[in-house]
Nanobody, 122 residues
Framework: QVQLVESGGGLVQAGGSLRLSCAASGSIFSINVMGWYRQAPGKQRELVADITSSGSTKYADSVKGRFTISRDNAKNTVYLQMDSLKPEDTAVYYC????????????????WGQGTQVTVSS
């Protein structure tokens, strides 16, 4: 099993910044992709950004130029630096990790964090 522990959410004014962190621990051989998703009230969960083990990144159009995803492979940790926050960024943010458990088995498993609330006031 793998646990994802998120931190860094909170309340911020529009234009402000927050940094989210997510640390993975447990039965991990490698983590192919780590990412952040968010879900606002009444809306579906959506991808915010993700990053592969080699550092390739992908962003939702709505956050490009404002959010930056990074990861520390040695610590199995992913970060999301959120700048120029807008009220529409308000949501519960979830960490995701696509984990390979052993060197002998190539299949992977998706894990999710418990979610951290980000609220941006206008």
């Amino acid at each position: 099993q793998v646990q994802l522990v998120e931190s860094g959410g909170g309340l911020v004014q529009a234009g402000g910044s927050l940094r989210l962190s997510c640390a993975a621990s447990g039965s991990i051989f490698s983590i192919n992709v780590m990412g952040w998703y968010r879900q606002a009230p009444g809306k579906q969960r959506e991808l915010v950004a993700d990053i592969t083990s080699s550092g390739s990144t992908k962003y939702a159009d709505s956050v490009k130029g404002r959010f930056t995803i990074s990861r520390d492979n040695a610590k199995n940790t992913v970060y999301l630096q959120m700048d120029s926050l807008k009220p529409e960024d308000t949501a519960v943010y979830y960490c995701n990790a696509v984990v390979r458990h052993t060197i002998s088995i190539r299949t992977t498993t998706d894990y999710w964090g418990q979610g951290t609330q980000v609220t941006v006031s206008s």
